[in-house]
């Protein structure tokens, strides 16, 4: 974003330059006017969304009706301001989540002509960043880390086992001291556990 003659904009800005979910302020025809960093990342890796002469554009059509619906204000928000969207990935990915917000006065100064903000969120990018923040917090070895990792992301002890090249009873071992460590019992638990620990900044 570029700097503007509003202190309160500019800390603004650099807040949101560095948050780890991807944003998008569009116009009132629903142009994109600026992502941040994690948005123009977003959309360079292909998943799930797409820029399309200044527009988001989702792989899945009637989401990308919906989308471009919500984004037009052909569907209003909901009451308290916000609309969300599950926006499909390709497989094996995991559905992005979008909330859809109306602009308050502080974003509309900081990108003039902003009347929405998209704020995305990757349900798979924030599980893997709050491994490394709970591996840190809960003192996890690098071996626990990496069960916990791809545990996420197989759910199958022996895909993790097999992906390791160790056995799935040392697997469980270590996942089991992970879950003591971090004080959970249960696979969803632990899932709790690494979304709330995700680091919001860059």
Do not use: W, Y
């Amino acid at each position: 974003m570029p700097s503007t003659k509003c202190p309160a904009c500019d800390a603004f800005a650099k807040v949101i330059a560095r948050l780890d979910h991807a944003i998008f302020f569009l116009d009132r025809n629903g142009n994109v006017l600026h992502a941040n960093a994690a948005g123009v990342a977003m959309l360079s890796s292909g998943h799930g969304l797409s820029l399309v002469n200044r527009q988001l554009v989702a792989r899945d059509a009637p989401v990308a009706q919906q989308l471009a619906d919500l984004m037009t204000g052909a569907v209003p928000v909901a009451t308290e301001g916000i609309a969300t969207i599950s926006i499909p990935q390709a497989a094996p990915r995991r559905p992005l989540i979008g909330s859809v917000i109306a602009c308050g006065a502080a974003a509309s100064e900081a990108v003039p002509a902003a009347r929405i903000v998209l704020l995305i969120t990757d349900p798979d990018a924030d599980l893997h960043a709050g491994v490394t923040a709970v591996a840190r917090a809960f003192h996890l070895t690098p071996t626990e880390a990496q069960v916990v990792s791809l545990f996420i992301r197989r759910s199958r002890l022996e895909d993790v086992a097999e992906e390791l090249r160790l056995r799935p009873s040392t697997v469980r071992t270590h996942l089991k001291h992970a879950m003591v460590k971090t004080g959970t019992t249960k696979q969803s638990d632990l899932v709790r556990v690494l979304v709330a620990a995700r680091p919001p900044l860059r």
